[in-house]
């Protein structure tokens, strides 16, 4: 919701919005399709959509993979994004939805992020352009551990996983760090700083690294170490 303005994500993939003062009774202002499931053409969009905090710009998921930003004005998309790896069927429409938490602004509105469902992938966008930054996921941790291990077990670990995110996350402002939990109860924090690292670490720092670290050694070294480590 903004000024004046009321946005909501329906059915069939369809993002509404009452602008200009208009009544909800009279229907909305515009009607924006992002993109429909092919298992339930009438399926909604899963997570709330998020509005800048200077209220120019409106980004939501759709019921399948694509993740949009629109013009709040007039409903025109301003930008798509499509997964290289969507799970799709047919003529390539996905059959499920991506994204079940709402995306987060940076308090500035310089940088998005959001939270894929199916593997907890974290990624920070140019919420402009849609440019990727990065993406963050447990495949990271996995293969720290697996070339810095020398034990048989840990040798053998593939660099994929499938760590599936399905509640909100949190990005309190001015701290730096993005929350989330995925569906076995794990919680992470990502240092994702403002301005930007090149790559989160897994927790808070008050200084920020040039490449990320993982959970600090003990004691923390001064300043971050250049290679990610965990503990």
Not at 107 to 118: A, E, G, V
Not at 198 to 210: D, G, V
Request: include cysteine; proline fraction near 7%.
């Amino acid at each position: 919701r903004m000024s004046g303005g009321v946005f909501l994500g329906g059915t069939t993939s369809v993002v509404s919005g009452w602008v200009s003062g208009r009544s909800l009774e009279r229907g909305p202002s515009w009607r924006t399709l992002l993109g429909e499931s092919r298992r339930v053409i009438s399926a909604p969009i899963e997570s709330k959509v998020t509005l800048s905090h200077d209220e120019t710009l409106l980004c939501s998921a759709s019921a399948t993979t694509s993740f949009h930003c629109l013009d709040p004005q007039t409903g025109s998309i301003l930008w798509s994004e499509q997964p290289d790896d969507d799970d799709t069927s047919g003529n390539g429409v996905s059959v499920n939805s991506l994204y079940l938490s709402q995306a987060k602004l940076s308090r500035d509105d310089l940088f998005l992020y959001t939270i894929r469902s199916n593997d907890g992938t974290v990624s920070q966008r140019n919420p402009q352009t849609g440019e990727s930054y990065w993406e963050w996921s447990c495949s990271d941790v996995m293969s720290w551990s697996s070339s810095s291990s020398s034990t048989s077990s840990n040798s053998n670990i593939q660099n994929t996983c499938f760590d599936s995110v399905e509640a909100e996350f949190s990005l309190p402002f001015n701290t730096g760090t993005l929350y989330y939990a995925d569906i076995y109860g794990t919680v992470m924090a990502l240092n994702v700083n403002f301005p930007i690292t090149e790559h989160p670490s897994m927790s808070p720092s008050n200084i920020q690294s040039s490449t990320p670290t993982m959970l600090p050694s003990i004691p923390p070294s001064p300043p971050p170490t250049a290679i990610p480590t965990i503990h």
